[in-house]
């Protein structure tokens, strides 16, 4: 299960970092700074930088996904959450 535990990791800080404002944050920095002066090209780099956050927070669901699927399989629907946190905390299956 130490596949499932990286995976199930790996995903939930995909999903997370997904969410992160990042484009904003260094469309902020760039205009500070004089780097950056064409709303179309603000508006390009926004663009862009979701469309890879997506692809990011996409692979986070596929990875942590695939865990969540087959644990709820082993165990049921409703206990799949459960061992899901547990796994995600301790690593430990049972």
Do not use: C, Y
């Not at 956050?53 to 986070?60: A, E, F, M, N």
């Not at 695939?66 to 709820?72: E, M």
């Amino acid at each position: 299960m130490k596949n499932g535990l990286f995976r199930l990791r790996a995903g939930i800080v995909l999903i997370a970092v997904s969410w992160l404002p990042v484009a904003q944050v260094v469309l902020i920095i760039a205009h500070d700074n004089g780097k950056l002066t064409s709303e179309h090209a603000s508006e390009t780099f926004r663009l862009a930088v979701w469309g890879v956050q997506t692809l990011i927070g996409l692979v986070g669901i596929w990875l942590a996904g695939s865990v969540a699927i087959r644990t709820a399989k082993q165990s049921g629907w409703r206990a799949a959450p459960k061992k899901m946190w547990h796994l995600f905390r301790t690593g430990a299956t049972e």
